[in-house]
């Protein structure tokens, strides 16, 4: 059976943090720009340190404007493909972490993309983020993203522990300081 046309249509689906509170996960639309900014604004400076691989204390307001909408401006199809988990109305309400593939600029048929997590602070340990990567490889196939690459801080253990959990089958390259993991999605 094809699991693509298994999938719900927006991915979408509800799941229960450790705490017993109830979040939604849906792919990204380009008008969560503006809750990709207030999200950015709740991270703690290691978060985005480990997610983003920059200090980014002192971005000015209009930059972190123009990252939220370059970063919403996603078809879930070519560039960019995102599933977020939100809090409360599962249309408006707040993000609360998000996973993340972005094929290289100009590549659009690239089969490499890069997969990245992040999970607000106050929510970490709850699970949102293994909920978050069961999404990944859902939304690689939708992609057709065959391979996945992450990149972290070698310290960063665990979330290499949590994309490792997803079994598939992987390697891992360090170069530059920083650990990238390649991982195959069958079709
Ligand atoms: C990595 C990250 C996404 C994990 O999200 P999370 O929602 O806390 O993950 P989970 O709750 O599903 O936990 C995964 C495991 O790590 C452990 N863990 C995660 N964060 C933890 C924390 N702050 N303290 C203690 N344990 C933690 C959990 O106990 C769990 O282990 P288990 O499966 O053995 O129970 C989150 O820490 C984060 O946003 N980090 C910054 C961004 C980042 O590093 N991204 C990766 C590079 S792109």
């Given at each position: 059976m094809n699991l693509i046309k298994r999938l719900p249509k927006r991915?979408?689906?509800?799941?229960?943090?450790?705490?017993?509170?109830?979040?939604?996960?849906?792919?990204?639309?380009?008008?969560?720009?503006?809750?990709?900014?207030d999200f950015f604004y709740k991270l703690s400076s290691e978060?985005?340190?480990?997610?983003?691989?920059?200090?980014?204390?002192?971005?000015?307001?209009?930059?972190?404007r123009r990252r939220a909408l370059e970063m919403?401006?996603?078809?879930?199809?070519?560039?960019?493909?995102?599933v977020v988990a939100v809090a409360g109305d599962r249309d408006n309400g707040e993000i609360i972490g998000v996973v993340r593939?972005?094929?290289?600029?100009?590549?659009?048929?690239?089969?490499?993309?890069?997969?990245?997590?992040?999970?607000?602070d106050d929510y970490h340990?709850?699970?949102?983020?293994?909920?978050l990567l069961r999404q990944l490889v859902p939304l690689a196939r939708r992609m057709k993203v065959?391979?996945?690459v992450?990149?972290?801080?070698?310290?960063?253990?665990?979330?290499?522990?949590?994309?490792r959990n997803l079994g598939l089958p992987y390697k891992m390259v360090v170069t530059q300081g920083v650990s990238k993991m390649?991982?195959?999605?069958?079709?």
């Open positions: 991915m979408q689906r509800t799941f229960k943090t450790r705490n017993g509170e109830t979040l939604s996960l849906r792919l990204m639309r380009p008008d969560d720009a503006q809750r990709l900014e978060t985005r340190w480990r997610r983003f691989h920059v200090l980014a204390d002192n971005v000015s307001p209009e930059e972190v919403a401006d996603v078809d879930n199809r070519t560039y960019q493909g995102a593939l972005s094929r290289p600029p100009g590549q659009p048929d690239s089969p490499e993309a890069e997969a990245a997590v992040v999970v607000r340990g709850q699970g949102v983020g293994t909920h065959r391979t996945i992450a990149v972290f801080q070698p310290d960063n253990e665990n979330a290499i522990r949590l994309f390649y991982q195959q999605v069958d079709e």
